[in-house]
Nanobody
Framework: QVQLDESGGGLVQAGGSLRLSCAAA????????MGWFRQAPGKEREFVAS???????TAVGDSAKGRFIISRDNTKTMYLQMNSLKPEDTAVYYC?????????????????WGRGTQVTVSS
């Protein structure tokens, strides 16, 4: 089993920045690709960004392009740098880990999920 723990969420004004972190524990040797998803109230879970095991390949969702940067420094830690935040970025942000896929926008490709961290952007 792999446990994922997100941190770094909070309240920020529009135009501000936040950096989310995701720490993996447990059987981390099985972790391959990792990703960030978000879910706003009343909306479906949305892909934000994904990163390969080496960090050399990434994918970013349309809503995050040009503003969010995903990175990882090893199999255990991943980050999401969020810049130029907008009120529509308000959501619970989830960290996810895949044991089969390198980079994927599909939530079903991820076997492990964190409990989420709340990001609220005020206008």
């Amino acid at each position: 089993q792999v446990q994922l723990d997100e941190s770094g969420g909070g309240l920020v004004q529009a135009g501000g920045s936040l950096r989310l972190s995701c720490a993996a524990a447990g059987r981390t040797v099985s972790v391959y690709g990792m990703g960030w998803f978000r879910q706003a109230p009343g909306k479906e879970r949305e892909f934000v960004a994904s990163i390969s095991p080496s960090g050399g390949r990434t994918a970013v969702g349309d809503s995050a392009k040009g503003r969010f940067i995903i990175s990882r420094d090893n199999t255990k830690t991943m980050y999401l740098q969020m810049n130029s935040l907008k009120p529509e970025d308000t959501a619970v942000y989830y960290c996810a880990a895949s044991i089969h896929y390198s980079v994927s926008p599909n939530a079903g490709d991820y076997a492990y999920w964190g409990r989420g961290t709340q990001v609220t952007v005020s206008s």
